[in-house]
């Protein structure tokens, strides 16, 4: 089965500083990977996502992620981040051995700090 | 470009009341997805359904929720008799399978549901 385990609940940073958020998966089959943003009180907004190429990936909001098939990780960073960026992100991989059905780690708190 | 819409964006009822909530996939999407998120906790998946029926459930997905799409356009997921606990964020999702490709979902804006 599928899983993804988020290794820190919590990122406290201050502001302009670089941050990396971690995301460890398991699967058997192919993976696709995504990162997601939720705001206080709002839907899910996706930042980036792993399909196939190229292991770098860059999505919105200057977030970055690289996939990394021998470590079984899909970091997410950001070079600068900003009070804005406070937020909740989640990893997540997509079954596409059965189902398709997205399957989410339990979430990073970032808080930066002015 | 195309969305996924979820009706309404905050849902409030009382315990024990009946409540549907709705989404209206991507016009051409065949698989639709239900997930669940309880404040401060993680999103979990419910349901997944696709011609017509449900191909997979959660163990979340108990004899009190039901899915259904009621015409070409709608999916819903109702909740019999609403507990306190079944306060969330449900997000809707859809999906258009192509053999030999990469899947995708693509996620509503939820709905918040209120269970008083």
């Known amino acids: 089965a599928q899983s993804v385990t988020q290794l820190d609940s919590q990122v406290p940073v201050f502001e302009e500083a670089p941050v990396e958020l971690r995301c460890n998966y398991s699967?058997?089959?192919?993976?696709?990977l995504f990162w997601y943003v939720q705001y206080p009180n709002q839907g899910l907004q996706l930042l980036l996502k792993y399909l196939s190429g190229s292991t770098l990936v860059k999505g919105i909001n200057g977030f970055e992620a690289e996939f990394n098939k021998s470590q079984t990780s899909f970091h997410l960073r950001k070079p600068s981040v900003h009070i804005s960026d406070t937020a909740e992100y989640f990893c997540?991989?997509?079954?596409?051995?059965?189902?398709?059905?997205?399957?989410f780690g339990a979430g990073t708190r970032l808080f930066v700090k002015a | 470009e195309p969305e996924v819409t979820q009706t309404p964006s905050h849902q409030v009822t009382q315990m024990g009341q009946e409540v549907i909530l709705r989404c209206v996939p991507i016009s051409n999407h065949l698989y639709f997805y239900w997930y669940r998120q309880i404040l401060g906790q993680k999103v979990e998946f419910l349901v997944s359904f696709y011609n017509n029926e449900i191909s997979e459930k959660s163990e979340i997905f108990d004899d009190q929720f039901s899915v259904e799409r009621p015409d070409g356009s709608n999916f819903t997921l109702k909740i019999r008799s609403t507990k306190l606990e079944d306060s969330a964020m449900y997000f809707c999702?859809?999906?258009?399978?192509?053999?030999?490709?990469?899947?995708?979902?693509?996620f509503g804006p939820g709905t918040r549901l209120t269970v008083l």
């Open positions: 699967s058997s089959v192919s993976v696709y």
């Open positions: 999702a859809s999906m258009k399978l192509r053999t030999g490709m990469v899947n995708e979902q693509f």
């Open positions: 997540a991989v997509s079954d596409q051995g059965g189902g398709f059905k997205t399957i």
